[in-house]
């Protein structure tokens, strides 16, 4: 069969259905509501089965190498795919298609694939879909870098209530263990007005929450000029009316401000959680991964934070192992996450990422170090997780309802604006609102709770009342 003829095939396919797989963070899941919103302006609607779908879009990760092996065998399985769905189009996209060899690799070893596209060109993708239905030949048009956001792409959001928004693209830190720099290129930020249209246009629609996302938002606005700052963003987008929840990541504490903790402080809509992703406690390593902040600048930055947050959540990650970490250093990390009492943390074990300046620096960690190392350092976040929750109990909190329990269809699960999970009894048209929860029961890594009728309030809850958890 001639890729011409089944071009055809497809186009005479009245279903026009399609499915995307997400690998990553938020600003590939991001992506994907935008390849979503562009396909079902086309008409496209989505079909979870792969054996009838007609257009497969894989939007890939290139953070972690065993992701790369992950994409790969996805790939692979494809050919099976294909030979039951043999009109199915396979498209593979996202920051894995930023790195030349990748893209070689699946020229040359994998034909199933149809449609490759990058991070900086995926406004082009009706355009190249377009162009593939016509001519039926393989397509791979991947652009290197864009110095511009393309704006009012339609956007098919998870959630009718919450939304990402992307604020800036691209990273100019190069953290000697990120391809992201590489992969995502320099930073480049929307113009202010733009995202204030966008989030309005979003709350118009439905929206109570945003999550603002940037690979450090922290420094938005550094390429516009002196006016155009991230504290300011946030004063801005505070005003605006029926919007509940402002939410943003990633905040890298090397440029984190105290204008920027000041207006998270002053604005009530945006929600006193920080995710300060620290990586290691012990400046020697901080060093070496070129992060730019020394141990002493963590704990001044936690302290301020704690300060001026009443009642603030800071969550983190952890890279453990790093090439040449010690068992000294490691014991750094470990005071740092006691002195900061992180509410929780991300934990990885470093891995190398061929490419970055760290894959190939001396002193690689053994595994079983890694791991050991890794299992301490889970002992001290749990109980201080665990810690934590408990000043929650008998607490009434505030819960936007986000979906019915994965793990039990008659419970709710929602977050407080500290971004704590809380699942409690309801009902299913609460999803979407914001609620007034008593928690019941708190556990290490989630709350439970029960509703509460609003004349059981007996004003002791206000709506911005988060209990203030056990600090430093
Ligand atoms: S700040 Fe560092 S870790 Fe984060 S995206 Fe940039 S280079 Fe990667």
């Given at each position: 069969?001639?890729?011409?003829?089944?071009?055809?095939?497809?186009?005479?396919?009245?279903?026009?259905?399609?499915?995307?797989?997400?690998?990553?963070?938020?600003?590939?899941?991001?992506?994907?509501?935008?390849?979503?919103?562009?396909?079902?302006?086309?008409?496209?609607?989505?079909?979870?089965?792969?054996?009838?779908?007609?257009?497969?879009?894989?939007?890939?990760?290139?953070?972690?190498?065993?992701?790369?092996?992950?994409?790969?065998?996805?790939?692979?399985?494809?050919?099976?795919?294909?030979?039951?769905?043999?009109?199915?189009?396979?498209?593979?996209?996202?920051?894995?298609?930023?790195?030349?060899?990748?893209?070689?690799?699946?020229?040359?070893?994998?034909?199933?694939?149809?449609?490759?596209?990058?991070?900086?060109?995926?406004?082009?993708?009706?355009?190249?879909?377009?162009?593939?239905?016509?001519?039926?030949?393989?397509?791979?048009?991947?652009?290197?870098?864009?110095?511009?956001?393309?704006?009012?792409?339609?956007?098919?959001?998870?959630?009718?209530?919450?939304?990402?928004?992307?604020?800036?693209?691209?990273?100019?830190?190069?953290c000697t263990y990120c391809?992201?720099?590489?992969?995502?290129?320099?930073?480049?930020?929307?113009?202010?007005?733009?995202?204030?249209?966008?989030?309005?246009?979003?709350?118009?629609?439905?929206?109570?929450?945003?999550?603002?996302?940037?690979?450090?938002?922290?420094?938005?606005?550094?390429?516009?000029?002196?006016?155009?700052?991230?504290?300011?963003?946030?004063?801005?987008?505070?005003?605006?009316?029926?919007?509940?929840?402002?939410?943003?990541?990633?905040?890298?504490?090397?440029?984190?401000?105290?204008?920027?903790?000041?207006?998270?402080?002053?604005?009530?809509?945006?929600?006193?959680?920080?995710?300060?992703p620290i990586q290691s406690g012990s400046?020697?390593v901080l060093?070496a991964m070129?992060r730019?902040?020394?141990?002493?600048?963590?704990?001044?930055?936690?302290?301020?934070?704690?300060?001026?947050?009443?009642?603030?959540?800071?969550?983190t990650d952890i890279i453990v192992g790093f090439p040449?970490e010690?068992?000294?250093?490691f014991?750094?990390t470990?005071?740092?996450?006691?002195?900061?009492?992180?509410?929780?943390a991300f934990t990885f074990l470093y891995s190398?990422?061929?490419?970055?300046?760290a894959?190939?620096?001396?002193?690689?960690i053994?595994?079983?170090?890694k791991?050991?190392r890794i299992?301490?350092c889970?002992?001290?976040?749990?109980?201080?997780?665990?810690?934590?929750?408990?000043?929650?109990?008998?607490?009434?909190?505030?819960?936007?309802?986000?979906?019915?329990?994965?793990?039990?269809?008659?419970?709710?699960?929602?977050?407080?604006?500290?971004?704590?999970?809380?699942?409690?009894?309801?009902?299913?048209?609460?999803?979407?609102?914001?609620?007034?929860?008593?928690?019941?029961?708190?556990?290490?890594?989630?709350?439970?709770?029960?509703?509460?009728?609003?004349?059981?309030?007996?004003?002791?809850?206000?709506?911005?009342?988060?209990?203030?958890?056990?600090?430093?």
């Amino acid at each position: 069969m001639s890729k011409k003829k089944s071009a055809t095939r497809i186009l005479n396919n009245p279903s026009r259905s399609f499915r995307i797989f997400t690998f990553g963070c938020q600003m590939n899941e991001n992506d994907s509501e935008k390849i979503s919103g562009m396909l079902k302006a086309l008409g496209y609607v989505e079909e979870m089965d792969v054996n009838k779908a007609g257009l497969v879009i894989l939007n890939t990760c290139s953070v972690r190498e065993n992701a790369d092996e992950r994409v790969f065998g996805n790939i692979g399985s494809y050919k099976t795919v294909k030979k039951k769905n043999p009109d199915l189009i396979l498209a593979v996209c996202g920051c894995m298609m930023q790195q030349p060899e990748i893209v070689n690799q699946i020229v040359t070893k994998y034909p199933q694939v149809d449609l490759v596209f990058g991070t900086h060109n995926l406004h082009q993708f009706p355009e190249l879909l377009n162009n593939y239905l016509v001519n039926g030949n393989r397509l791979v048009e991947v652009w290197d870098d864009s110095d511009t956001i393309v704006e009012d792409l339609p956007v098919d959001r998870k959630y009718p209530f919450k939304g990402f928004v992307t604020i800036m693209n691209g990273c100019n830190n190069f953290c000697t263990y990120c391809i992201v720099p590489y992969t995502r290129g320099r930073e480049v930020s929307r113009q202010p007005d733009k995202i204030i249209e966008e989030v309005k246009a979003l709350v118009a629609d439905g929206c109570v929450e945003i999550t603002l996302l940037g690979q450090n938002v922290n420094s938005y606005g550094n390429d516009l000029g002196e006016a155009v700052n991230f504290a300011a963003l946030l004063r801005d987008l505070n005003t605006i009316d029926k919007l509940m929840r402002i939410r943003f990541m990633t905040s890298h504490p090397k440029d984190l401000t105290d204008a920027v903790i000041d207006a998270i402080a002053a604005c009530d809509n945006v929600c006193n959680y920080i995710h300060l992703p620290i990586q290691s406690g012990s400046s020697r390593v901080l060093k070496a991964m070129n992060r730019k902040y020394s141990q002493e600048d963590i704990l001044d930055r936690v302290s301020a934070i704690r300060k001026k947050i009443p009642g603030v959540a800071i969550t983190t990650d952890i890279i453990v192992g790093f090439p040449g970490e010690t068992e000294a250093d490691f014991l750094e990390t470990l005071k740092v996450i006691e002195l900061c009492q992180f509410d929780s943390a991300f934990t990885f074990l470093y891995s190398i990422r061929s490419g970055t300046p760290a894959a190939t620096m001396a002193d690689q960690i053994a595994d079983s170090v890694k791991h050991e190392r890794i299992n301490r350092c889970l002992e001290v976040l749990h109980q201080i997780s665990h810690d934590i929750n408990q000043s929650y109990q008998d607490q009434v909190v505030q819960v936007l309802v986000e979906e019915t329990s994965r793990n039990n269809p008659e419970r709710l699960t929602g977050r407080t604006r500290t971004g704590k999970v809380v699942n409690f009894a309801g009902d299913p048209e609460d999803i979407g609102t914001e609620l007034m929860v008593r928690i019941t029961q708190a556990k290490t890594f989630s709350l439970d709770g029960e509703k509460i009728r609003q004349e059981d309030n007996n004003g002791t809850a206000h709506p911005d009342d988060d209990p203030i958890p056990a600090t430093s």
